[in-house]
């Protein structure tokens, strides 16, 4: 038996093709969304107002502590019975993005909480605004640190794209399913999509260890 054969890795390209492209978009407009996100959540974590700190930490609980895929089928087929109808594309990444804020607002407390309380003082005895304090004093000593971090949770996105195939989104897996599945021959399609994980996981990680060497170097850390 011809265990690989190169004829079916150019066949199934144009279906890997079609599939990266949206794991990609999906991973990018997904992660944008945590990022953003979860720095709004951070924040409102530290609202001096004890009420609203405590249920936003428990709405991150909860969204941490139930699975991306249920969260998925909740928004996607338990919705409509509800009246709210969302077409497949803006649920899929909104759903990831939502998931991996709360996981991302934690990262982001983490660095804001590390910051040392003489800077908030001095930022105090500067008379410095509240909007100038964040963004001039304490979110650049915040964010180098937990890039590293954050890096980590761009990786998992992308890696947990293929529960996108649940509500019929045509991910890089799926299509190699759908090749699989007419030509009888799943071998080389499925290793070409393990390999692409596998390069892009890397590039990805080799881009953030940068990203963060040169914060560090920018901002002395």
Request: hydrophobic residues 55%; proline residues 5%; charged residues 10%.
């Amino acid at each position: 038996m011809n265990i690989w054969n190169w004829a079916y890795v150019w066949e199934a390209l144009p279906y890997l093709y079609r599939g990266a492209m949206i794991t990609v978009q999906a991973t990018l407009v997904g992660f944008t969304i945590a990022l953003v996100l979860g720095l709004i959540i951070a924040l409102i974590r530290q609202s001096p107002n004890r009420y609203i700190s405590t249920v936003m930490a428990e709405i991150v609980e909860f969204i941490r502590s139930t699975p991306l895929l249920l969260q998925l089928f909740f928004v996607y087929f338990v919705g409509p019975q509800f009246g709210v109808v969302i077409p497949a594309w803006i649920a899929g990444v909104g759903v990831l993005g939502i998931h991996y804020a709360a996981f991302c607002s934690e990262v982001f407390r983490s660095g804001i909480e590390s910051v040392d309380g003489g800077q908030w003082e001095a930022c105090t005895a500067l008379n410095l605004s509240q909007a100038r304090t964040w963004r001039a004093v304490i979110l650049p000593q915040a964010i180098p640190p937990i890039v590293p971090a954050l890096g980590n949770y761009l990786i998992g996105m992308f890696k947990d794209t293929p529960v996108l195939a649940a509500i019929a989104i045509l991910e890089m897996l799926q299509q190699a399913k759908n090749f699989g599945a007419e030509n009888y021959r799943y071998v080389e399609a499925i290793t070409m999509v393990g390999f692409f994980y596998l390069v892009i996981s890397l590039i990805a990680s080799a881009i953030v260890q940068s990203v963060s060497f040169w914060l560090n170097r920018r901002y002395h850390l």
